[in-house]
């Protein structure tokens, strides 16, 4: 059964850092990639960061571009988020999630980790 | 990139079927087949239900079917049963680097 469980959220103050991690179980995860996914409570969905299957291709979104940093660790089977200068607007629940082997979308998620940035 | 435009809420009895759209440009929607959707129940993740615009993820009910025609694609759910009532977004592959995927603005769907 494919697992993907998240973990390092919480309470930070605005300027602080964090790292979000996502051990991943039921599947060979070099073989994908995979992404980190946002969402605002009561909002939607907005993609993050997303990192190949040997870590060797990465992307961020814009918006953390200079702050957020995505890798992974094919050897402990996790992928990790590093986030540093963290606003007030980077509140959200952060999801990571396995994308299909084409890319038509997100075929396993996990239950997201809440990530509050707060004075 | 915007994000794609859905309906904020549609609803519908019991048995009936509803439709979703989600509009957005040639950039994402109408220049890949690589259109998702997705449900999400409260204090949920997201559950994959149609991939590459009319593919169904096995396990997920046949009630639930996907198209696109231009830049807009669209969600039908037939047979509405109250165990639907959720939020769905759509999502589409952009191509960029920079927003590799762009989501719909989220869709909630009551059952009357």
């Known amino acids: 059964e494919v697992q993907l469980v998240e973990s390092g959220g919480g309470l930070v103050q605005p300027g602080g850092s964090l790292r979000l991690s996502c051990t991943a179980s039921g599947f060979t995860f070099s073989n994908y990639w995979m992404y980190w996914v946002r969402q605002v409570p009561g909002k939607g969905l907005v993609w993050v960061s997303r990192i190949n299957g040997d870590g060797t291709n990465t992307n961020v979104a814009d918006s953390v571009k200079g702050r957020f940093t995505i890798s992974r660790d094919n050897a402990k089977n996790t992928l990790y988020l590093q986030m540093n200068s963290l606003r007030v607007e980077d509140t959200a629940v952060y999801y990571c999630?396995?994308?299909?082997?084409?890319?038509?979308?997100?075929?396993?998620w996990g239950q997201g980790t809440l990530v509050a940035v707060s004075s | 990139q915007s994000a794609l435009t859905q309906p904020a809420s549609v609803s519908g009895s019991p048995g009936q079927s509803i439709t979703i759209s989600c509009t957005g440009t040639?950039?994402?929607?109408?220049?890949?087949?690589?259109v998702s959707w997705y449900q999400q129940h409260p204090g949920k993740a997201p559950k994959l239900m149609i991939y590459e615009v009319s593919n169904r993820p096995s396990g997920v009910s046949n009630r639930f079917s996907g198209s696109k025609s231009g830049n807009t694609a669209s969600l039908t759910i037939s047979g509405l049963q109250a165990e639907d009532e959720a939020d769905y977004y759509c999502s589409s592959y952009t191509g960029s680097t920079t927003t590799a995927y762009v989501f719909g603005t989220g869709t909630n769907v009551t059952v009357l």
């Open positions: 999630t396995r994308e299909l082997e084409l890319p038509g979308g997100f075929d396993y």
């Open positions: 040639s950039s994402d929607v109408g220049g890949y087949n690589y």
